[in-house]
């Protein structure tokens, strides 16, 4: 019985299936670009750099479907990354979660009136951080759907 449970347990695990949406995490500790990598690589595809500036380079010939940033960076901080993702005509259509240590309520605003779409100080709870990705991938994915479906139709009635 018990070896049939181990073999159950193995089989499940092994069925594990990877959502094809990347991430892109901005942050300038090697740390907690460890960490993020290995609590969301179960369920996503992870890219990490070290700044915003590299992450502009991997924008520049790559796509993801959400960038997480941190705010205070050498190099190019967040908001500024941010700011160029949401300018710019290729990329503006992604989602950016911008953290940080600095959790006044001035900062915040100024975060979003970046172009992010959140905010999230420091340090994270990872459940939070999990479900806030989560619903706004899904998010992204219906309003697509919804703006594809008004365009068949459209074209339908043309």
Same mark, same amino acid.
């Not at 500790?29 to 502009?56: I, P």
């Not at 605003?109 to 959140?118: K, N, Q, S």
């Not at 939070?128 to 919804?146: P, Q, V």
């Given at each position: !019985?018990?070896?049939?449970?181990?073999?159950?347990?193995?089989?499940?695990?092994?069925?594990?299936? &990877? @959502?094809?949406? $990347?991430?892109?995490?901005?942050?300038?500790?090697?740390?907690?670009? @460890?960490?993020?990598? #290995?609590?969301?690589?179960?369920?996503?595809?992870?890219?990490?750099?070290?700044? *915003?500036?590299?992450?502009?380079?991997?924008?520049?010939?790559?796509?993801?479907?959400?960038? $997480?940033?941190?705010?205070? !960076?050498?190099? #190019?901080? *967040?908001?500024?990354?941010?700011?160029?993702?949401?300018?710019?005509?290729?990329?503006?259509? #992604?989602?950016? &979660?911008?953290?940080?240590?600095?959790?006044?309520?001035?900062? =915040? =605003?100024? +975060?979003?009136?970046? +172009?992010?779409?959140?905010? $999230?100080?420091?340090?994270?709870?990872?459940? $939070? /951080?999990?479900?806030? =990705?989560?619903?706004? /991938?899904?998010?992204?994915?219906? #309003?697509?759907?919804?703006?594809?479906?008004?365009?068949?139709?459209?074209?339908?009635?043309?």
């Amino acid at each position: !019985m018990r070896r049939e449970l181990t073999e159950i347990k193995t089989e499940v695990q092994e069925e594990k299936v &990877i @959502s094809s949406d $990347i991430i892109l995490f901005v942050d300038d500790n090697a740390d907690l670009r @460890s960490y993020f990598q #290995m609590t969301f690589s179960d369920n996503y595809k992870v890219v990490t750099v070290e700044n *915003g500036k590299k992450a502009l380079e991997y924008l520049q010939d790559n796509e993801c479907d959400i960038v $997480i940033s941190d705010v205070m !960076m050498p190099e #190019m901080q *967040g908001d500024e990354l941010c700011r160029r993702i949401k300018e710019n005509h290729h990329t503006s259509w #992604m989602p950016v &979660i911008l953290l940080t240590a600095k959790a006044s309520k001035d900062f =915040i =605003i100024e +975060g979003l009136e970046t +172009g992010a779409d959140d905010y $999230i100080t420091k340090p994270f709870d990872a459940e $939070i /951080l999990k479900t806030k =990705i989560e619903t706004t /991938l899904a998010n992204r994915r219906r #309003m697509s759907e919804y703006y594809k479906h008004r365009v068949n139709n459209i074209v339908a009635e043309s």
